[in-house]
């Protein structure tokens, strides 16, 4: 069974601090996705990435995919209060319709 | 920007009765999915629909459940005896391709 480790589950962080968010699996997956999830809401898609290493940049955002495809971090730099929020990592297994298996999340607070 | 659209957006219900939960995926996405998130705990899937059949399925997805693509455009979720349990948020989602999934708003079904 793949299974989605993430860490912290709890963040709670001055504006202006960065911080780094963990994903990790004892899995190999063909991708990897990161969502935001308000309360009461879907997850809304933030980055995807699927080549072993790869780094994305969106906005004060960079997400990493690791060289073996196992585990992924999300860094936020400059934290704001507009970021606060659930943080989902969610892989993809090869070979079939790419179900995605997620994490439990890291709620993240940003204080003024 | 085009969006996967959920209806209802809350739902009750008595235990033993069916429910209909209705989705419009994003028009010209291939892939088609149904996941649910029980109040506190991880997004977990349900099952995935491709060139109108299903591709996979979990262990929850049982004979209780069924989905269909009646045209073009809806994708629903059908739950024949709805049980205590199955008392959650119900997500769709929608790919162009298999990496990569846009969730819905969710259906808040309560079962009474």
């Known amino acids: 069974t793949q299974l989605l480790e993430q860490s912290p589950q709890f963040l709670s962080i001055q504006e202006g601090e960065n911080l780094t968010v963990y994903c990790n699996s004892s899995?190999?997956?063909?991708?990897l996705q990161w969502y935001r999830q308000e309360p009461g809401e879907g997850p809304v898609l933030l980055v995807t990435?699927?080549?072993?290493?790869e780094v994305k940049k969106l906005k004060r955002l960079t997400f990493q995919f690791g060289d073996a495809r196992k585990d992924s971090s999300l860094h936020i730099t400059a934290a704001q209060p507009g970021d606060t929020g659930l943080y989902l990592c969610?892989?993809?297994?090869?070979?079939?319709?790419?179900?995605?298996?997620f994490g439990a999340g890291t709620r993240l607070a940003v204080h003024p | 920007e085009p969006e996967v659209t959920q209806t209802p957006s809350h739902q009750v219900t008595q235990m033993g009765q069916e429910v209909i939960l209705r989705c419009v995926p994003i028009?010209?996405?291939?892939?088609f999915y149904w996941y649910r998130q029980i109040l506190g705990q991880k997004v977990e899937f349900l099952v995935s629909?491709?060139?109108?059949?299903?591709?996979?399925k979990s262990e929850i997805f049982d004979d209780q459940f069924s989905v269909e693509r009646p045209d073009g455009s809806n994708f629903t979720l059908k739950i024949r005896s709805t049980k205590l349990e199955d008392s959650a948020m119900y997500f769709c989602?929608?790919?162009?391709?298999?990496?990569?999934?846009?969730f819905g708003p969710g259906t808040r079904l309560l079962v009474l």
């Open positions: 629909f491709y060139n109108n059949e299903i591709s996979e």
């Open positions: 990435v699927v080549t072993g290493g």
């Open positions: 989602a929608s790919g162009w391709v298999q990496e990569t999934q846009y």
């Open positions: 899995s190999v997956f063909s991708s």
């Open positions: 028009s010209n996405h291939l892939y």
């Open positions: 969610a892989g993809a297994g090869s070979g079939g319709y790419n179900k995605l298996i």
